[in-house]
């Protein structure tokens, strides 16, 4: 498919790892964004990635170690995650966990109060232990987007923000062209990586793909002394320490919203903060003290599964969609790689992902958002 | 196993929300001479009236810049909470007053973030605004809020700039007048609009030495009354120069060089070249505002049950155009700067990182980052503060960007040759000051909250294993991991 032209609706890390795996493969790829590369979940989330249950999992391991050298800019991807368990319940949780791990032969570790404290300095002696995994780990979402953007067009490819894709041209079973306000662009094929707008557009196709989308939080504390380890997770919350010292987390409720097909109107936090940050407080004692400086939010889209949908359509045959269902961000080096697959030979080389087909919602309810209690507070 | 679903989704946060501890008509906030009058005159009206006001704030903050830019030239007095209270009554009788008309008065707290339903957002059981004091955070319900958070201090970088005792005018007005805790004595004046020039005035009414005024245009730029009073008591202004560097020692500032080469002994150089309404409250509710050049920036646009009163509101308009001010310092104070000149103190971002959009020096600069740079980033769209700030970090610190979020959106303006109204303005957000964990804290969180909190969507086939599908691992896996949404 050399020197074809693909075209990639989306920049953020799906659509940009794609285009950036297409390029490297000698093919001319455009990636249009609707504003700025990563501007919506792609650069508010937790960073991790560490995603275990994914059949692209091995493919993310092997790869993030890697990925500041093959990009050729910093991602400030760290290394290894550990769970701390702060009721007698997560505890029993975290060891099943853990148990998983060692029969799929992650390594992973548990760790006493004491060998917890010595690596993540912040934790306190009330925790019940901690389970260290010496696989996944976590970087920087935004640095890792614009790592990408950059690579990608470090090869010769193309992005164009501020340019919201309006719809398609079909011809002959295939899409022949992706439409904006401004500029028609033509193309041998197309990967829809639009996050939540992924049904909107793909209606257009006249293939339904069920997606839900929510809102979710994060806040962010000021600098702390680094600590050993980093990647930090436990008591229902999960997150990171930057490399700068600063603490970043998330998790809890989330709420179930639509979407216009131009985009969330707005990505407001909420006082979800406040109990963000009691169990941040309770999860690192002695960082109780330290200032939050920002929260926000990120609207991300979940399949009826949870998880994500990669697949090449059968009609119009050209095209690769590919929502990551809330979990794309660890995933990225790894989805792009088999959207890039997708796209030129027709099938993922590296992993077996029948699971991710959109066919397996062939016979969704039509009341799937309903039953599962995803609608929209009215 | 066979899945049934419940119509429910226990791990959302429909029901899961706190209400409000107590409910308002009107909470004002900001207890400066606005924020106070139009508290007394709802609560004279028969409202219920909450008026709160985040001074004094600990010494910690002020240390940091919070709310104003102080520069670390507070005296020991400020360490006091009982005398900085007592100190802020003394100041505002008409404290005394408001509370007599009804209105319950909380000092030393800070509204930190306001919250309603609308876009993006349903599950408020009504609008908040979130309130903190130094003990634990809370929220307060209310039909309207009345922003009357004043201005704060515009902060410029030149070389030496981050040392002790180069600090902003309002920050100055206040620890001269309200807190009597200036520690400086002898202080250079940038600028000379009628900021500059009453601080100036009061500065030396109060026995401080004031050497000078520095005005980078060609003429004293305040009123002419004004210009007189400053020329009657004897204080220079000089004009067509700029400061170029600032040199100190352990205690801070010592000396100021300017572009004449003429240096001028001094412990504190107050930068008094423009106040930014505070907006930070409105900005971090997604309220509407406008750039109005002539009331000092971005405004509150106003609406119904979102009012904004005193310098919140805009600066008093004379006609004068403020943004075209700033931006002739701002292009004076650029072209003396070096490269190592710091913009962000927070994250020592430096003027040459910033423009050549790198990362911290914590990060390596393999060379196709060295090669990038603001100007292959503009090839891309338009220049965006959040973009550069997610890049180099400049803003990113504790002090929220209080000191370099306008100088950042001035150098995208000069650096992409384009009109400073074109930047957009880089967001605020929640909490807008800095609060410790503890303080933020939902202690007493409602029990629904706890319920419903799972790590993440408490989807329980989006974490099992692809290798346990199929496998009795696989309900196990469920059971242990997950309850509710499915029977
Ligand atoms: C708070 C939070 C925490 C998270 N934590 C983690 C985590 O720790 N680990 C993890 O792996 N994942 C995490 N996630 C999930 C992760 O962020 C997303 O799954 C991932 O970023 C999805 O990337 P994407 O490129 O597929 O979609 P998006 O980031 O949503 O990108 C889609 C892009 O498409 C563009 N677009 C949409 N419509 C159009 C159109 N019509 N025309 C042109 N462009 C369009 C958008 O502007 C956007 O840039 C988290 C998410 C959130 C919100």
Redesign the interface.
């Known amino acids: 498919m050399s020197g074809s032209e693909v075209v990639i609706v989306g920049g953020g890390v799906t659509g940009l790892s794609a285009g950036w795996w297409l390029a490297r493969s000698g093919v001319k790829v455009t990636v249009l964004d609707k504003f700025i590369v990563g501007w919506e979940a792609s650069g508010r989330n937790g960073g991790g990635a560490s995603h275990y249950s994914s059949p692209l999992f091995d493919e993310e391991q092997r790869l993030w170690p890697q990925m500041d050298e093959l990009l050729g800019y910093p991602t400030e991807h760290q290394k290894g995650r550990i769970l701390i368990a702060m009721t007698e319940r997560q505890w029993e949780q975290y060891r099943f966990i853990a148990e998983r791990h060692t029969r799929l032969n992650h390594p992973v570790e548990l760790l006493d109060v004491k060998q917890v404290q010595e690596a993540v300095p912040l934790a306190g002696d009330n925790s019940f232990g901690g389970v260290h995994y010496k696989f996944g780990g976590h970087a920087n979402p935004q640095r890792s987007v614009q790592a990408y953007a950059w690579a990608l067009q470090d090869l010769g490819g193309k992005i164009v923000q501020h340019s919201p894709v309006t719809g398609f041209e079909t011809a002959g079973g295939k899409v022949t062209a992706v439409k904006t306000a401004n500029a028609t662009y033509g193309c041998d094929a197309v990967v829809v990586a639009a996050g939540p707008q992924i049904p909107q557009l793909m209606a257009q196709l006249g293939v339904d793909v069920p997606l839900a989308a929510a809102r979710a939080e994060m806040i962010i504390t000021e600098p702390a002394p680094m600590m050993p380890l980093g990647g930090v997770d436990g008591h229902k919350i999960y997150g990171r320490q930057t490399l700068r010292g600063n603490l970043a987390y998330g998790g809890g409720p989330h709420e179930w919203l639509d979407v216009d097909a131009t985009g969330p109107a707005a990505r407001p936090s909420t006082p979800l903060a406040r109990n963000l940050a009691k169990r941040l407080a309770e999860l690192l004692p002695k960082a109780a003290h330290l200032n939050v400086i920002r929260s926000w939010a990120g609207i991300i889209e979940n399949s009826p599964d949870g998880r994500p949908i990669i697949d090449r359509l059968t009609s119009p045959d050209n095209v690769v969609v590919a929502s990551m269902s809330s979990v794309g961000f660890g995933l990225s080096p790894a989805s792009g790689h088999a959207i890039r697959d997708l796209v030129i030979d027709g099938k993922c080389s590296f992993a077996d992902i029948d699971i991710l087909k959109l066919s397996r919602f062939d016979n969704l309810e039509s009341d799937w958002r309903e039953k599962r209690g995803w609608m929209p507070i009215s | 196993m066979e899945l049934n679903?419940?119509?429910?989704?226990?791990?959302?946060?429909?029901g899961?929300?706190s209400a409000p501890e107590t409910h308002y008509d009107i909470v004002v906030v900001g207890a400066g001479p606005s924020g106070i009058a139009a508290a007394i005159d709802a609560a004279t009206a028969g409202a219920k009236v909450l008026l709160v006001d985040e001074n004094p704030v600990s010494g910690a903050l002020m240390g940091n810049d919070i709310p104003l830019y102080f520069g670390g030239r507070m005296t020991a007095a400020t360490q006091n909470t009982e005398r900085m209270l007592e100190a802020i009554f003394m100041s505002m009788p008409a404290l005394e007053t408001a509370m007599d008309a009804g209105v319950e008065l909380l000092l030393g707290t800070t509204a930190w973030?306001v919250?309603r339903n609308?876009?993006?957002?349903?599950?408020?059981p009504q609008q908040?605004v979130?309130l903190a004091d130094s003990e634990r955070?809370w929220?307060v319900g209310f039909d309207k809020i009345v922003l009357a958070t004043g201005a704060r201090d515009l902060a410029m970088s030149f070389p030496g700039w981050n040392q002790p005792g180069v600090m902003g005018a309002a920050a100055l007005q206040m620890l001269l007048t309200r807190y009597e805790a200036f520690a400086g004595q002898r202080i250079l004046v940038l600028g000379s609009h009628d900021l500059a020039l009453e601080t100036a005035l009061l500065a030396q009414a109060r026995g401080i030495d004031v050497v000078a005024l520095i005005e980078v245009r060609d003429a004293p730029q305040g009123n002419a009354e004004l210009v007189a009073k400053v020329a009657a008591a004897g204080i220079a202004i000089h004009c067509g120069q700029t400061i170029t560097s600032a040199t100190g020692g352990i205690n801070g500032i010592e000396s100021a060089t300017l572009s004449t080469g003429d240096v001028i002994a001094c412990d504190t150089i107050c930068v008094a070249i423009g106040l930014i309404p505070s907006i930070e409250l409105v900005d971090a509710?997604?309220g509407p505002r406008a750039l109005n050049a002539t009331r000092g920036g971005y405004i509150p646009a106003g609406e119904p049950s979102v009012t904004a009163v005193g310098d919140c509101a805009g600066l008093a308009d004379s006609g004068f155009d403020h943004i075209a001010y700033r931006m002739d310092w701002m292009r004076a104070l650029s072209d003396i700067s070096a490269d190592d000149t710091i913009i962000c103190q927070c994250?020592e971002v430096t003027r040459a990182d910033l423009i050549g959009v790198q990362?911290?020096n914590?990060?390596?600069?393999?060379?196709?980052?060295c090669a990038?740079s603001l100007g292959t980033l503009l090839e891309?769209?338009?220049a965006?503060p959040d973009?550069i700030k997610?890049?180099t970090?400049a803003g990113?610190?504790?002090c929220?960007g209080r000191r370099c979020r306008d100088q950042v959106a001035m150098l995208l303006a000069i650096e992409a040759d384009k009109p400073f109204g074109s930047i957009p303005l880089a967001s605020h957000?929640?909490?807008v000051r800095?609060?410790?964990?503890?303080i933020?804290?939902?202690?007493d969180?409602p029990a629904e909250?706890e319920a419903?909190?799972?790590?993440?969507?408490g989807?329980p086939?989006?974490?099992?294993?692809?290798?346990?599908?199929n496998t009795p691992?696989q309900d196990e896996?469920r059971q242990?991991?997950y309850t509710g949404?499915y029977t």
């Open positions: 679903f419940t119509g429910t989704d226990i791990c959302a946060i429909n899961t929300r973030g919250y609308g876009p993006g957002v349903a599950s408020l908040v979130g955070s929220l509710m997604h994250e990362p911290p914590y990060l390596s600069r393999p060379a196709p980052m990038r891309d769209g338009p965006n973009q997610r890049l970090r990113m610190g504790v929220q957000r929640a909490p800095p609060l410790p964990l503890k933020l804290a939902e202690w969180e909250m419903a909190w799972d790590v993440w969507f989807i086939t989006q974490w099992v294993p692809v290798e346990d599908l691992y896996h242990m991991l949404m």
